[in-house]
């Protein structure tokens, strides 16, 4: 074999001079956009102030104003202080993630006034040179100056996971990022023109969608916005009617009344708390979650935290801390300018953190010029190098020899060394000439080298693990390594999962995988194509899958997750496609993480039910008064009150209590299984109480009596959803409870709300009928429960869910 010389790589150019990255940002030729995670102030303010049910509501509210009745206009401060809460909770919201947005931004080495330098991704200026090493995500659309053996993947562009090589005066796109090699590179497009900044907005701007809880909360909303109008129309004619006819309504004041109770009833139908309360429940779950260092990219993103049934951990940088040290240098056959050519490669300023980890133990041996031919890549598993002494192949032993006829004994020493839990390179000469083959392993590799590797485990790894056990979440550990040294580790921590899978070894169609998945649990030398079909496969199993990395290699899996989680000090492109990013990469934040998606969604199950039992209630007694033409029996001021004491200020607190329960799918289902025939007893309560007193001719007996029945049956539910019991929620449920005893005690509160003190015949009437509707709705709810716990659901007073 003739020597092999050096070859040198291009001096790259000197780049822009700080002049020059002056003018260009005067001119606006700079990379940025507006990326921000959520609304800006204006749509903040519009979001909440125009809405179907505000436009309801501040219709009703124009027209009691316009009839004088403004002591019954009490409603439009419900209306205002919402719409305050809901803007003031959502803007301190964004700026919050604005502001982590920011800080958490990828930075990018650039090369001005001849030095290399770290900046924000949002600072690269147009014809900036770039120097890009892998993991780094491409800033901006560019042309290659120089590369040494640069590849490229562009899946999140154009859908193919092959990588893709890149020599000098090749074009690379925004958006992808670097899987092998490295590259000079000068930025051709930036700012609006580039796809990175494209993809970036798209991936954190606001979203509300894509939620099961609010597409159940729309369909109801839907259905009341149907039949609100006609209603309305309804009980306004039967109202007239009960005042004498039109003739005689309109000659007098009388239309005024039926103006009033016509939007009593409207305001009733309307649950104008619970679109509000889960916007300010998402909002304050990304603000508490960022205070723990967790950036929620899109909101929705929370209700996805709930329901999270399997997390899928890659190894590296989750259950171990992603460092590795040197153990020991294992010489399986003297072959000359071996450890001289490892320590060039474990030198070089783009070697990878395996690589670079053996530098210390060859700090006395001298380095060798040398060429990367074939850079690694995490697919690949291996690098190849050309040097005097010849060429070498740098990479996974399992790969490497793969091909070899029989086992000379370094496969069994590789094996028991896995086994061990270690990582494993090894380093081997390839004799001959014959160039290297990027798609294939070269033959008749002669082994030279192992290097011996221990990774560093999280110290809190075995207690999140733990956590996660405790919740029902099963955790998979999928991994580009070695499958003994994963299943060692997860071993070592708790989890498990046997000898560890091979995933070389799985089938391919996606029913035989759904089927390996969901018996295996420790998986390694899993490509990064392999991870986005086994995401694929758990979900084929109707698993909800989060997926959490670290490295270029894991970006494709957290892209197709149902929730994609990056760890802070990953790859740019890792992180631009996650949902979720631990800024400080810290693997005992998933259980906070986790929890607080559960609290939220599980609470919002929870108060849902005090809103849709109003709605309905009120429809009930819309329509009953409609037909048979009494007055409707409440006020508009009589529902404010029944309302901020059995729905707005209980809900409020109740949607911020802990709570660990699983989201489960038919949210809508389970809600309306309690709302439904809770609101049909409230209201035929009501009806029995008013109408008997209506009879009897006690006008102001009647409204009170209603008003107080109804207070005690909803309080009744409230004290059922506060389970279980503790001494807030008591005490919650007694504070609303004196409330009413004040609204009815108090003379001047008393007449505010047109109240009078129940006489002694309608308090006899109140009590029986309130006891017989609370015992009937507790019915309801035991019998709901004892449905749900056949059915394996989860019960509503947060206590885990039994085995699916």
Sequence with gaps: MQPVAAVATAAPPPGLTSADVAARVSAGKVNVTDDTSSRSLGEILRGNLFTLFNAILGTALVVVLAVGAWKDAVFGFVLLFNTLIGAVTEYRAKRTLDRLAILNQSEVTVIRDGAELRVPMREVVLDEVMRLTLGDQVPADGEVLTSSGLEVDESMLTGESEPVDKAPGDPVLSGSAVVAGAAVVRATRVGQDAYAQK?????????????????????????????????????????????????????????????????????????????????????????????????????????????????????????????????????????????????????????????????PGLADVATVAQQVVVPFSSARKWSGHRAESGTWVLGAPEVLLASRAADDGVVTRVLELATSGARVLLLAHVPGEEPLDHHSVPEDLRPALLAVLRERVRPDAAETLAYFAMQDVEVKVISGDNPATVGRIADSVGLQGGAGIDARTLPKDRESLRVAMREGRVFGRVSPEQKRAFVHALQDDGRTVAMTGDGVNDALALKEADLGIAMGNGAAATKAVARVVLLDGTFSTLPGVVAEGRRV?????????????????????????????????????????????????????????????????????????????????????????????????????????????????????????????????????????????????????????????????????????????????????????????????????????PER
């Design 199 to 359: 993809l970036t907005s798209q991936v954190k701007q606001f979203s509300l969608v894509g939620s099961e809880l609010r597409n159940g909360i729309n369909k109801v909303l839907v259905v009341i916005s149907w039949v609100i109008v006609p209603i309305a129309f309804l009980l306004f004619w039967s109202q007239i009617r009960n005042e004498g006819g039109f003739q005689v309504a309109f000659a007098g004041d009388g239309w005024r009344d039926a103006v009033v109770q016509a939007v009593a009833g409207i305001v009733g139908m309307v649950p104008e708390g619970l679109v509000l309360l889960t916007s300010i429940n998402f909002a304050l779950a990304a603000v508490i979650l960022a205070r723990r260092r967790v950036l929620i990219q899109e909101l929705p993103a929370v209700e996805v935290l709930a329901r999270v049934d399997v997390l899928c951990l890659d190894k590296t940088g989750t259950i171990t801390d992603g460092s590795v040290e040197l153990d020991e240098l294992v010489e399986l056959e003297p072959v000359a300018g071996a450890r001289e050519l490892l320590a060039a490669v474990a030198r070089e300023p783009d070697a990878s953190p395996s690589a670079a980890a053996i530098a």
């Design 601 to 801: 969604i599980a609470n919002m199950e929870r108060v849902a039910a005090l809103f849709l039992t109003k709605t309905t209630y009120a429809v009930l007694l819309a329509v009953v008064v409609a037909l048979v033409a009494w007055p409707y029996p409440f006020l508009p001021r009589h529902l404010t009150l029944v309302g901020a004491l059995t729905i707005g200020t209980p809900a409020f607190f109740l949607a911020l209590a802990p709570n660990n329960q699983r989201y489960r799918k038919g949210f809508l289902d389970r809600v309306l299984q309690l709302a439904v025939p809770c609101g049909l007893i409230c209201g035929s309560g009501v009806l029995v109480v008013y109408g008997t007193l209506h009879l009897r001719g006690e006008t102001l007996q009647a409204s009170t009596g209603a008003t107080l029945t109804l207070i005690l049956m909803a309080l009744w539910l409230l004290a059922i959803l506060a389970r279980p019991w503790s001494w807030w929620r008591l005490t919650l449920v007694a504070a609303m409870a004196l409330g009413a005893v004040l609204a009815v005690g108090i003379p001047f509160v008393r007449d505010f709300f047109a109240l009078e003190w129940p006489a002694g015949p309608t308090a006899q009437l109140i009590v029986v009928v309130g006891v017989i509707g609370a015992g009937l709705i507790e019915l309801v709810y035991r019998l709901r429960e004892r449905r749900s716990a056949r059915i394996g659901t989860s019960s509503a007073d947060g206590e885990p869910v």
